[in-house]
């Protein structure tokens, strides 16, 4: 096997060839975008289609190299927070090493229900968010409680049961040997041959990047960032 060394580092700090740098470059910043431009992008794109929305208004991120201290710079943890003019908080995460918990899908959770997507499996729970925004009285004389929950019940009447919550989930599998790639080159093909847009064209990808992309710029600054999902840009 050959390699254009000087080509695969373009920009990069020029350094004698290296196959850990060449093979695993995604372990440092000079050749990739880490753990936000490999992975959160993607969480992004799915979020977006499904809200059709054009990307976070306002994004903060924090992270670090936490384990993997064999030589690399990209963070191996990272958690970012992001605010949707449509109302709603994207919240997203990473994690290198093995937390004891494997989660890597969606949860939505909304007004009427939550809706988790994980690998082929799409689980929807409808029972409605709680009205209620509860109270403690504890500390109070058994007669002034009564009187605040009979009057916080008047303001705030119970909606929502334990028979609403044990209501069960519905759940939809996509078919066995179902796989999302091939959805994916099918749309591409298709459009290729028919000239029609694909479901995720250019701008479309480039503003779920540039909103993964406010991870590292968060992380770089040390505080919050914000963007302009239509235009793009930085504000």
Wanted: hydrophobic fraction near 35%; charged fraction near 25%; aromatic fraction near 14%.
């Amino acid at each position: 096997m050959t390699c254009d060394w000087p080509r695969f580092l373009g920009t990069a700090p020029k350094i004698s060839f290296n196959a850990e740098h060449f093979f695993q470059w995604r372990k440092w910043k000079a050749y990739g975008s880490g753990v936000a431009g490999d992975l959160f992008v993607h969480l992004f794109s799915g979020t977006h289609f499904i809200t059709n929305s054009h990307g976070p208004v306002r994004g903060i991120a924090t992270g670090g190299l936490r384990y993997w201290k064999d030589g690399r710079d990209a963070d191996d943890v990272m958690l970012g927070l992001f605010d949707y003019r449509e109302d709603f908080n994207l919240s997203v995460r990473v994690n290198f090493v093995d937390g004891g918990e494997e989660n890597s899908g969606f949860l939505f959770a909304g007004s009427e229900g939550t809706m988790a997507i994980d690998g082929n499996t799409l689980s929807l729970l409808r029972v409605p968010r709680y009205t209620d925004p509860g109270y403690t009285v504890d500390t109070f004389p058994e007669a002034m409680q009564k009187t605040i929950i009979e009057e916080h019940r008047k303001q705030y009447p119970k909606t929502v049961t334990s028979e609403n919550l044990l209501g069960g989930t519905e759940k939809f599998e996509a078919p066995r040997g179902y796989s999302d790639s091939f959805d994916h080159f099918a749309n591409f093909f298709a459009s290729v041959r028919s000239r029609k847009p694909v479901v995720e064209d250019a701008v479309f990808g480039y503003r779920a990047a540039g909103a993964a992309l406010l991870s590292n710029l968060s992380v770089e600054r040390g505080a919050a960032v914000r963007w302009d999902p239509d235009g793009m840009k930085l504000l």
